[in-house]
Nanobody, 127 residues
Framework: QVQLVESGGGLVQAGGSLRLSCAASGRTFSSYAVGWFRQAPGKEREFVAAISRSAYQTSHSDSVKGRFTISRDNAKNLLYLEMNSLKPEDTAAYYC????????????????????WGQGTQVTVSS
C-alpha cells in the first residue's frame, strides 16, 4: 500500500514551465515503478512519463519528449514532472501512479498496470 499526493499544478501561460510533485508514503517507495498520466475533458487517460524503481529507465510519450522530464528522489519519497515549453494542449488533470515492480529496470506505460493513484492536480495552459 502506498499513498500518493500530487501538487504543483496551476495556471501558466503558453511557453511557461511548471514542476509537478508527487509525495508518496507507505511501504518502501523505492520498490515501486511510478508514472504520470493526464486526462483532459472528453479524452481518455493518456500516458505522459514513467520511471523505474531506481531511475535506471525512463520513458516519455512522444507528445512531451524534449519538453517534460520525469525524475524521482527515493530518499525523499518524491516523484517529479518537470514541464517546460507548455502548450494549451497540455491542459489536463495530471495524476501520479505507482505499482510494485519486479526489478530495478521495470516501468510501465499502460495505466492498467498501476495499482495506486493520486487525486490529481490540474494544469491549465493559457494561449
Amino acid at each position: 500500500q502506498v499513498q500518493l499526493v500530487e501538487s504543483g499544478g496551476g495556471l501558466v501561460q503558453a511557453g511557461g514551465s511548471l514542476r509537478l510533485s508527487c509525495a508518496a508514503s507507505g511501504r518502501t517507495f523505492s520498490s515501486y515503478a511510478v508514472g504520470w498520466f493526464r486526462q483532459a475533458p472528453g479524452k481518455e487517460r493518456e500516458f505522459v512519463a514513467a520511471i523505474s524503481r531506481s531511475a535506471y529507465q525512463t520513458s516519455h510519450s512522444d507528445s512531451v519528449k524534449g519538453r517534460f522530464t520525469i525524475s524521482r528522489d527515493n530518499a525523499k519519497n518524491l516523484l517529479y514532472l518537470e514541464m517546460n515549453s507548455l502548450k494549451p494542449e497540455d491542459t489536463a488533470a495530471y495524476y501520479c501512479a505507482a505499482t510494485s515492480a519486479p526489478r530495478e529496470t521495470s516501468y510501465y506505460t499502460d495505466y492498467r498496470r498501476y495499482a495506486y493513484w493520486g487525486q490529481g492536480t490540474q494544469v491549465t495552459v493559457s494561449s
